[in-house]
């Protein structure tokens, strides 16, 4: 049991460690990493919520389609945030 | 087989799934389905409307499951209105976009597709009786909402719709958070149930709740300050679709307001703060359409504006007030309808849209300038048009409850809408011509005969009233009834 | 699943991460300037709903609501089933949106070479 | 200044939250006790088995208690799948290939997604058949197919996805699942009703009447939508840099 709680709090950490990485991160692959991240760790929690539909979803949709959809966004798009190189041109 | 409301979303689903099988036989396919469909769909409502008027409120029950176990859908006298005023709106205006050169050079399949789900969607979020369906169905209005916006690919379109999206996704962060709370309380999610059971959840959390619901259904309902979306969606959308979203998408999200606060909670204050709400959206809305230089947002703006009317007087609360709020939604739409349908044609050629550039069309396109003077004389509320009617029932709940101030802004706000359409009308006959003559789109007869249709129905109803008020007496009743709402949805559970 | 003791524990890891991310991703909604950051903001809100859903259809004890061989007959408690069928429905509607939203952030691109609120103007915001 | 206002608002709206989650005890049993159905949660897990014959009560609920959202629901996809293509749809210059702009990939990555591709498309196939008895449905198996198209889509430039095909399995995957619906309407019952396909034993791959059949449509039709919007993504142009 205590295992479960201590994997839990650890995870709970880990989420919001990565939500924060995933807003401040300007390279806006490694934060779109970060976002599939998340989407990994929440599959993990919904499994020991006793939801293992839902995890089963949250990891077929949420950490290989959804990040696959940004990732491609990016290559079609730019990859800093600030676009620092475009407008030093 | 029976005709029964779940006819409303089965059929046009069957379509969208078919239409691009059919496609690839032949392109018109692409274009008549819909037609068909809508078609069907009218008569749907005419045989139901006869049978509610007969035997009351219809309760479907799907699956097999009753509520509140499985879904149901309700076609009360209220709903059913708005499922045939919705459905009677999408008929006109497919007829309109039937060949409507812009879309054609653009991929119609997915054109029609798109508007076929918008409609479907506002009717289901009309017709359901469960919260968590309404959300789905309020994605589906969402997402064919966002890829008609930006239907023409330019530079404004992507970025009206991806505003309009941003907003979305904002409202269905709210309103899940909404059935979250909802459900962990009092475990349903049909609608009766809630009704039933919303004296069970602690105030401070209903009211949690209802703020959640009413911003994100605000959304599309065009509440201020979340109403953002709206002028440039509208003018950044395809003709058609402008009259779309201020005839069916809207209706849709008022009606939830209207649901939530007559229904589902009864939370004290909750009318006050419609009217409140109402009034500043109205106000705001029609002193920015004063400045617009662009026709179709002075139009977005106007309709932000009737929607603020419509919120008041479904604020005040009395039958009458109600037979003015449902009235002047009719009005909206079908009046609304004919200025967005008659202005795409006005302003064909300029991407700006530019009040200015209408100088002295009304010789060069008599027709269309005259059924756009005739819906501006309808919605600024003269007789003997439909709009004069509502305005009149609407002041007239008004003055029952002894409300003077809302007298006095309802009859402010009118002046107001009577400047800045008299100003286009001034454009229209009274200014010298500047377009030379082949620079104008002529309309296609379809396009004429659509708007004639709107044109020849304001009049109608503006001659002959009684056409509707009884109906929508009945549906007023319908929406005040809510202890036969509930007992009609769980028959039975309760036996 | 059980966790006994340490309900109280686990109980402040759901909800505060869960509203945690809620709030993370709002901010970067309402403040970034970059396009693609703003979805990431809204995918993160999503995942914060999705683990509420779940949270609250969870149940002390409660296994997941399968009638498994193993389980059929024999007395258990099972969690809520209705959040997380709402939560599979919610999951995919995010996907459509979030989907739509980056095609229309690439069409964006295409038009102003650019992703970034400031630099997009034509319209108001 | 926009910062501090915003995070102020935030905190009051996380203030309101936590508040409201008071009232809502993580764990707590809200179901009420199992004789009396206090919520449906409770209802749908004391009758489910009886009622349906599907082991899974997630797939009950999703294919047939609440089938009418899930209809909804693969309509959203249909609709994104459709306004993905009308928002990044480019018009074709005369005699002009469709052809995606991945680059050519290793020889590692070729040999090793033509190993994986049959295995992760009967996975997925495995997960939507057996839906009605284990976790995973049509969603997650759907979800699955596509990932296995994916691999293919980025390992070879080649790699021809029939158009034609997606939109027949789409479609007809549509039909199926609508025309069962309205087969339960015209055999004088309701919208989706469960009643003329046996039950089965519980447990066993035929149970549950018309669920696995729906779900299984479910999957090849989420299979194919989620592979057109990722064979969309996957052929943009890239933009010209116009500075």
Known sequence: MIIYVVIFSILAVLLVASALFAIIQKDLLYAVIATGVISLILSVMFFILQAPDVALTEAAIGIALTTIVFVITIRNTTRNEDEKEINSK | MVISPVHYIAVPLLAAFVIPLFAKLNREFVRIIPGI??????????????????????????????????????????????????????????????????????????????????????????????????????????????????????????????????????????????????????????????????????????????????????????????????????????????????????????????????????????????????????????????????????????????????????????????????????????????????????????????????????????????????????????????????????????????????????????????????????????????????????????????????????????????LVTSYLGNAADALLDKAGYIENVLVDINN | MDFGQYQNIVTISVYGSAIALILIGLYAVLIKKNLIKIVIGLSLADAGIHLLFVAIGYLKGGTAPIFSPSVVGENVTMVDPVPQALVLTAIVIGFAVTAVALSLVIRLYKHHNTARIDQIKSLKW | MKNIIVIALLLVVGFYLVDSFNYIKFGDNRLGAPSDEKTVGAYYLNNTVEKTGVANVITAIIVNYRGFDTLGEVTVLFLATTGLGSILYRRRKEGEHEERVTKESSYLLQTGSKILFPFVILLGIYVFIHGHLTPGGGFQGGAIVATGFLLMLIAYKNFKLGHNQLTWVESLAGITFVSIGMWGLITGGTFLENSFIPKGTLNSLFSGGIIPIIYIAVGFKVAAELTGVLDILLSIKPSKIKK
């Open chain 2, 37 to 466: 469909v809508l078609l069907y769909l009218s008569y749907v409502s005419i045989v139901l409307m006869n049978q509610v008027s007969s035997t009351g409120t219809i309760s479907e029950v799907l699956a097999g499951w009753a509520p509140p176990f499985g879904i149901n859908l309700v076609f009360s006298a209220f709903s059913g209105f708005l499922a045939s005023l919705m459905t009677f709106m999408g008929l006109v205006i497919w007829i309109y976009s039937y060949r409507f050169k812009k879309i054609d050079d653009e991929p119609a399949l997915k054109f029609y597709v798109l508007f076929l789900m918008l409609i479907t969607g506002a009717i289901g979020i009309v017709l359901t009786g469960d919260i968590f369906n309404l959300f789905v169905f309020l994605e589906i209005v969402g997402i064919s909402a966002y890829s008609l916006t930006s239907f023409y690919r330019n530079r404004d379109g992507a970025e009206a719709g991806f505003k309009y999206l941003l907003l979305g996704a904002f409202a269905s962060t709210l309103i899940l958070l909404g059935i979250i709370l909802l459900y962990s309380s009092i475990g349903t999610l049909n609608m009766a149930d809630i009704a039933q059971k919303s004296h069970l959840i602690p105030t401070s959390l209903k009211v949690s709740i209802f703020i959640l619901f009413v911003v994100g259904f605000g959304i599309e309902a065009e509440m201020f300050p979340l109403n953002g979306w709206a002028p440039d969606a509208y003018s950044q959308a395809p003709g058609p679709v402008g009259a779309a979203f201020s005839g069916i998408a809207v209706k849709a999200g008022m009606y939830v307001i209207i649901r939530l606060i007559y229904t589902l909670f009864d939370i004290e204050g909750s009318f006050q703060f419609l009217i409140v709400m109402g009034l500043i959206t109205t106000i705001i809305a029609e002193v920015s359409a004063m400045k617009q230089t662009n026709l179709k947002r002075m139009l977005a703006y106007s309709s932000i504006g009737q929607m603020g009317i419509v919120m008041v007087a479904f604020g005040i609360g009395t039958r009458e007030a109600i037979i003015a709020g449902l009235f002047l939604m009719l009005n909206h739409a079908i009046i609304k309808g004919l200025l967005f349908l008659s202005s795409s044609y006005l302003v064909y050629n300029d991407d700006n849209k530019l009040i200015s550039s209408l100088s002295g069309l009304g010789k060069r396109l008599p027709l269309v300038s005259f059924l756009f003077a005739l819906g501006a004389f309808a919605i600024v509320g003269l007789p003997p048009f439909s709009g004069f009617w509502s305005r009149l029932y609407l002041l007239l709940a008004a003055a029952d409850k002894e409300l003077i101030y809302l007298i006095a802004i309802i009859l402010i706000i009118a002046v107001i809408e009577i400047v800045y359409y008299f100003r286009v009308i001034n454009k229209l006959y009274f200014k010298d011509i500047k377009v030379k003559s082949d620079d104008v789109q002529k309309p296609s007869i379809n396009a004429v005969i659509s708007m004639s249709i709107l044109g020849i129905l304001i009049i109608a109803i503006g001659i002959y009233p009684d």
